[in-house]
T-cell receptor, first 116, second 116 residues
Framework: SQQGEEDPQALSIQEGENATMNCSYK?????LQWYRQNSGRGLVHLIL?????REKHSGRLRVTLDTSKKSSSLLITASRAADTASYFC????????????????FGRGTQLTVWP | SQTIHQWPATLVQPVGSPLSLECTVE??????LYWYRQAAGRGLQLLFY??????ISSEVPQNLSASRPQDRQFILSSKKLLLSDSGFYLC???????????????FGQGTRLTVV
């Protein structure tokens, strides 16, 4: 499987604390993306990091990518109760002959709960 | 601007009945289209992927089929539903061509299917 795997599966923190979620994947990738899902809703794209990038910031989000370890992390700083959601990493793979180019594979997600 | 519509939002169907879920995209041409299924508390499983009209790739063997009769229309179907088909179904689109690889996916709001 080319799916990413996030850990932890669940994370519970207080408002103001930082939340760190990790993602590991198996194959060579073109890029890695993080998404957020509120309960019972569709996914919303948060941030994309290319395979030649090591770190990227967007507001309170910081994403790192280590292609040698096939892993990524998402850091949410100064968390808020409104950050409570499931967070997924997704990868676009690179394969010979392009047979899987364009497919987007998701991990199982991390359920983040931020308590006020 | 681009939007994606997915309906219905919820659906309760008896075992053995047919299924048709529809997804349409506005504001873009020749999108890549995806159908995902999400079991309760789990990640997203890629079911079908389409790069153009009539071009469907199936990721996993299953009781479902997909069709793309028009450029921006993606339909998920089943002739006879099974209990195991219950889940949260998500449609998504993205831009893809050899020159634009680093793009995110945009999701519909999902359909909650319960097979009884």
């Amino acid at each position: 499987s080319q799916q990413g795997e996030e850990d932890p599966q669940a994370l519970s923190i207080q408002e103001g604390e930082n939340a760190t979620m990790n993602c590991s994947y198996k194959t060579s990738i073109n890029n890695l993306q993080w998404y957020r899902q509120n309960s019972g809703r569709g996914l919303v794209h948060l941030i994309l990091i290319r395979s030649n990038e090591r770190e990227k910031h967007s507001g309170r989000l910081r994403v790192t990518l280590d292609t040698s370890k096939k892993s990524s992390s998402l850091l949410i700083t100064a968390s808020r109760a409104a950050d409570t959601a499931s967070y997924f990493c997704a990868t676009r793979s690179v394969r010979d002959r392009g047979s899987t180019l364009g497919r987007l594979y998701f991990g199982r997600g991390t359920q983040l709960t931020v308590w006020p | 601007s681009q939007t994606i519509h997915q309906w219905p939002a919820t659906l309760v169907q008896p075992v053995g009945s047919p299924l048709s879920l529809e997804c349409t995209v506005e504001g873009t041409s020749n999108p890549n289209l995806y159908w995902y299924r999400q079991a309760a508390g789990r990640g997203l499983q890629l079911l079908f992927y389409s790069v153009g009209i009539g071009q469907i790739s199936s990721e996993v063997p299953q009781n479902l089929s997909a069709s793309r009769p028009q450029d921006r229309q993606f339909i998920l179907s089943s002739k006879k539903l099974l209990l195991s088909d219950s889940g949260f179904y998500l449609c998504a689109w993205s831009v893809w061509n050899s020159g634009v690889q680093n793009t995110e996916a945009f999701f519909g709001q999902g359909t909650r299917l319960t097979v009884v």
